[in-house]
């Protein structure tokens, strides 16, 4: 604050967040539990710039995006948190879905080489 009128010097930036919805999230879940929305968890087998198991929150890396566009298989291993121990235990099933996507996406990584 400059001292002759009293108003601050520095520019402030308010973000309103709708705390109707962030109660009730906390009311539901407890405050322990309350992940961050848009968090995602890759299953994949791990690519250059994206290792397996990789927590994403608020959208996915440029690196990802491409690679889901090259090899759409990416895509149906890219998971929710709560789907994790799921798609972990399926990965390890022959004949799943996750397993065939994963096999699909290290083909797709050995003709990238």
């Known amino acids: 604050m400059t001292q002759e009128t009293g108003k601050s010097t520095r520019k402030e930036k308010r973000l309103d967040l709708p705390e109707a919805d962030i109660t009730a999230k906390l009311a539901e879940t407890g405050p322990e539990k309350l992940i961050p929305l848009g968090t995602m968890v ?3 087998p791990a690519l250059k710039t ?3 198991f990789a ?3 608020n959208g996915l ?3 990802l995006e491409s690679a889901k566009a090259d090899c759409p298989a990416i895509e149906g291993l890219i998971v929710p948190p ?3 121990n799921d798609a972990a235990v399926a990965l390890k099933q022959t004949g799943s ?3 065939i ?3 699909q996406v290290q083909n ?3 003709s990238e080489d």
């Open 42 to 44: 890759y299953v994949g």
């Open 50 to 52: 994206v290792p397996q």
């Open 55 to 57: 927590v994403f929150s």
């Open 61 to 63: 890396p440029k690196a």
């Open 82 to 84: 709560a789907g994790l």
């Open 97 to 99: 879905k996750e397993s």
């Open 101 to 103: 996507l994963f096999e």
């Open 108 to 110: 797709y990584l050995g």
